[in-house]
């Protein structure tokens, strides 16, 4: 098991588990958003279906590219490029600061966001845009400041966490 990189917006800015098993090698993605359900295997095309979100992957020059749609989305996009060469904890130094530290390199320091994935249910908040998806399509409201944080807890399941700080520095990032 090592790390390797994906690219979603700049080079090599988003982490992946590799994992290889005889002589495959699988990516997985625990820290993106979406519904990714099983490990990508590389060098073959995988569909995945999941409350109305299409996640494509298949093999690109080097690694794997990893495609999606959704109801929110109808378009589709790229979401990332993975390179499935193992890296080093370290290798990630520069990157991870960079999303810390420099608002609109990532989503990081400019948006508030959550993901919960279940069998028949995922929700999903982008700042204070709340959607739903579920067997029957999806649902999207606008949550006012004062009711995220029991969002948060009650169906993001997020309690314990620091919610107070982040919606702080959320909003501090908007009125920036």
Same mark, same amino acid.
């Given at each position: 098991?090592?790390?390797?990189?994906?690219?979603?917006?700049?080079?090599?800015?988003?982490?992946?588990?590799?994992?290889?098993?005889?002589?495959?090698?699988?990516?997985?993605?625990?820290?993106?958003?979406?519904?990714?359900?099983?490990?990508?295997?590389?060098?073959?095309?995988?569909?995945?279906?999941?409350? @109305?979100?299409?996640? /494509? !992957?298949? %093999?690109?020059?080097?690694?794997?590219? &990893?495609?999606?749609?959704?109801?929110? #989305?109808? +378009?589709?996009?790229?979401?990332?490029?993975?390179?499935?060469?193992?890296?080093?904890?370290?290798?990630?130094?520069?990157?991870?600061?960079?999303?810390?530290?420099?608002?609109?390199?990532?989503?990081?320091?400019?948006?508030?966001?959550?993901?919960?994935?279940?069998?028949?249910?995922?929700?999903?908040?982008?700042?204070?845009?709340?959607?739903?998806?579920?067997?029957? @399509?999806?649902?999207? /409201? !606008?949550? %006012?400041?004062?009711?995220?944080?029991? &969002?948060?807890?009650?169906?993001?399941? #997020?309690? +314990?966490?620091?919610?107070?700080?982040?919606?702080?520095?959320?909003?501090?990032?908007?009125?920036?």
């Amino acid at each position: 098991m090592a790390l390797c990189a994906a690219t979603i917006g700049h080079p090599d800015d988003h982490l992946l588990v590799r994992v290889t098993l005889g002589r495959e090698i699988w990516l997985c993605d625990v820290g993106n958003g979406q519904p990714y359900l099983a490990p990508i295997p590389l060098g073959t095309v995988q569909d995945i279906h999941h409350l @109305g979100w299409h996640i /494509r !992957t298949e %093999p690109c020059p080097g690694g794997v590219q &990893l495609w999606r749609s959704s109801p929110d #989305l109808p +378009g589709g996009k790229v979401v990332y490029v993975a390179l499935p060469a193992p890296r080093r904890w370290s290798d990630f130094a520069d990157v991870i600061t960079q999303h810390h530290a420099h608002p609109g390199f990532g989503p990081f320091m400019t948006g508030l966001r959550a993901v919960r994935i279940r069998p028949r249910r995922m929700d999903t908040l982008r700042d204070d845009r709340w959607t739903t998806f579920g067997p029957d @399509g999806h649902t999207v /409201r !606008t949550v %006012p400041l004062a009711e995220l944080p029991r &969002l948060l807890t009650d169906v993001f399941h #997020l309690d +314990g966490l620091p919610i107070d700080t982040a919606l702080a520095a959320w909003q501090h990032a908007q009125r920036t």
